[in-house]
Nanobody, 115 residues
Framework: QVHLQESGGGLVQPGGSLRLSCAAS????????MGWYRQAGGKERELVAS???????NYGDSVKGRFTISRDNAKNMMYLQMDSLKPEDTAVYYC?????????WGQGTQVTVST
């Protein structure tokens, strides 16, 4: 129904920046909310940020003031601008979409913040 593809991850030093992208294809007209989630080694997957089709945004407490989520509905794209990165931001970042009560995910993109 909906295919999600993340890109933009990589290795960056503390204090650096990365911009993640999520491309949605398929039944994109059914998508309301979209979100970024991350999972670090040994931890559960957690919400980073979410955004509705109308632009309503939520951020996880640990990224407020540092990350910015946005979407381009015409292009079926979602973005995550990550600034002032910290080692604890290291994780696999996933694009997620709720559809009929079920969460759909991309394959994830690795973000590593290290000296």
């Amino acid at each position: 129904q909906v295919h999600l593809q993340e890109s933009g991850g990589g290795l960056v030093q503390p204090g650096g920046s990365l911009r993640l992208s999520c491309a949605a294809s398929g039944m994109v007209f059914n998508i309301n909310s979209m979100g970024w989630y991350r999972q670090a080694g040994g931890k559960e997957r957690e919400l980073v940020a979410s955004i509705s089709s109308g632009g309503r945004i939520n951020y996880g407490d640990s990224v407020k003031g540092r990350f910015t989520i946005s979407r381009d509905n015409a292009k079926n794209m979602m973005y995550l601008q990550m600034d002032s990165l910290k080692p604890e931001d290291t994780a696999v970042y996933y694009c997620g979409v709720p559809l009929r009560g079920v969460a759909y995910w991309g394959q994830g993109t690795q973000v590593t913040v290290s000296t």
